[in-house]
């Protein structure tokens, strides 16, 4: 197949560009990226592919497959780059580009609905019974009263991130052994 | 030359305090044996990490950890990161504020509405930078009474107290060294496993998206460290903990062989300063007694 650089769709790539990935342009399609991936053998994300297809403007196989979301975000691709094309942002900046087409998956919206309405990524009533187990200290961090919960609720509330990762009002945590970190 | 050890405000995080409060206890004793003064950061909420803020928006990842710096600026102390998730994500939104104006007023906009302001006043700090680059491993083990000789210890840095490097600056990020001199420092050898410094499969959303997966990287990391059969993991990030805590006892329920005992660094540090196991380590899903009786001789 003939690639015709000049008559990509550039809209995708102009996006990432803005939405954090900065220096996409400078991928030259060594591999060094996808060399140190951890998920690269296991999964469908396919970082030098990946790279490849923003540049190509190839949108609907990136963003609809989901496979960026599989991105451990180790950032071993990032460092080890010879270009510095920051192929990690460009993953976080597809990410955005999903979120706003509302293509994100479940387990985003637990981890943001966690943190939402308990102030931490894991439930707080298992840990204060582990804390008394083992003699620590009263919990004061944003779990031990409500009024901090509602700080970062109010921070959240003034960004887009609320819509973005479908944080709803009447959420509960799944169980008492939620580990929702990411 | 060493860096002065005096005052620090403990941020402790999500996994630390409410899953494994026996490692906060581990650092708060032996911090305080070592002669570091830890403070609490009152009401500092969670980080927050890559996978769901930061993924969908920068601005809303940013506001949060801006909130968190600006509890421990009002303490007038610097930071102290016991996670490498908390320190890569802290510490990055803090060089990224002190250097750009439009962003720090864009965050103080929305930390106006709940009464808090960010200055731009501290340093973020990893408890493994702290305790190497500032306390010294020559006070470690003077301050240790058991020594460690003949344990091997396969260490485990994790992803985000490495890289990105540029930002992070706490380690060179193809040869890291501090975590294996602090574990020396208690008399066990850190023995050398391939790709040591490769990622345990927990993070960026993984453990949540994709059970599967998450375990299958995992399995190929403690294969890796199985090469060089160590008596134990040493790390010194809580999410890698949990990950090779509940991850080996995820591959031993579909009937893998794994189990390898795992430590928090401080929870060792403890061990060798005679602190009671009870407090500082009792809360694994892969056993460790046996690791503690064989070389601490405590039941």
């Known amino acids: 197949m003939k690639i015709v650089l000049n008559d990509t769709n550039k809209d995708l790539v102009n996006k990432v560009i803005e939405y954090g990935g900065k220096r996409v342009y400078k991928c030259f399609q060594c591999g060094m990226c996808a060399s140190g991936c951890p998920v690269a053998s296991d999964t469908d994300h396919k970082i030098k592919r990946t790279m490849h297809q923003v540049l190509l403007g190839l949108d609907e196989h990136i963003l609809d497959k989901k496979a960026i979301w599989l991105c451990t975000t180790c950032f071993m691709c990032l460092e080890r780059c010879p270009q510095n094309a920051g192929p990690t942002d460009v993953v976080f900046a597809l990410r955005r580009i999903s979120a706003e087409k509302g293509i994100i998956p479940e387990a985003q919206i637990e981890v943001a609905n966690t943190i939402y309405h308990l102030g931490h990524a894991v439930t707080v009533k298992k840990g204060i019974t582990l804390r008394d187990k083992v003699q620590a200290p009263p919990l004061k961090t944003a779990g031990s009263d409500k009024k901090y919960i509602l700080e970062i609720q109010k921070m959240v509330d003034s960004t887009n991130a609320r819509k973005l990762l479908k944080i709803r009002k009447d959420w509960k945590p799944k169980g008492d052994d939620v580990i929702a970190c990411d | ?115 808090r302001k960010y200055h731009g006043t501290i340093s973020v700090y990893h408890l493994v930078e702290i305790l190497h680059d500032h306390i010294g491993t020559e006070k470690i083990k003077k301050a240790t009474k058991i020594k460690l000789d003949g344990a091997k210890a396969a260490v485990h840095y994790g992803c985000h107290l490495l890289r990105p490097s540029d930002h992070l600056m706490a380690e060179n990020p193809e040869k890291p060294h501090k975590l294996d001199a602090l574990v020396e420092a208690l008399g066990m050898e850190s023995v050398y496993y391939p790709k040591k410094l490769s990622c345990c499969g927990a993070g960026g959303g993984m453990r949540g998206n994709n059970p599967d997966v998450t375990l299958k ?67 694994s899903e892969t056993p460790r007694d046996g690791f503690i009786k064989k070389f601490y001789g405590v039941d």
Not at chain 2, 70 to 97: H, P, R, T, W
Not at chain 2, 218 to 235: A, F, G, H, M
Not at chain 2, 243 to 250: A, E
């Open chain 2, 1 to 115: 030359m060493l860096l002065p050890a005096t005052d620090y405000a403990l941020y402790t995080g999500c996994i630390i305090p409410l899953r494994y409060p026996d490692i906060e206890n581990s650092i708060r004793e032996t911090m305080s044996l070592l002669g570091a003064n830890v403070y609490d950061m009152i009401g500092a909420g969670c980080c927050p990490p890559g996978g769901a803020f930061w993924s969908v928006e920068e601005i809303s990842g940013l506001v949060q950890s801006a909130r968190n710096l600006s509890i421990a600026e009002s303490m007038n102390k610097d930071l102290m990161a016991v996670c490498n998730g908390c320190f890569c994500y802290l510490k990055s939104s803090n060089l990224l504020l002190k250097n750009d104006q439009a962003k720090r007023e864009k965050v103080n906009i929305i930390l106006n509405k709940i009464g």
């Open chain 2, 217 to 283: 990287i995992l399995e190929k990391k403690l294969l890796n460290i199985k090469y060089s059969d160590p008596d134990c993991i040493v790390t010194a990030c809580p999410f890698c903990f949990l990950q090779f805590d509940l991850g080996q006892k995820g591959l031993r329920d579909r009937g893998e062989d794994f189990c390898i005992p795992v430590f928090y660094y401080n929870q060792l540090l403890g061990l060798s300063m005679k602190l009671p196991k009870e407090r500082i380590a009792s809360l």
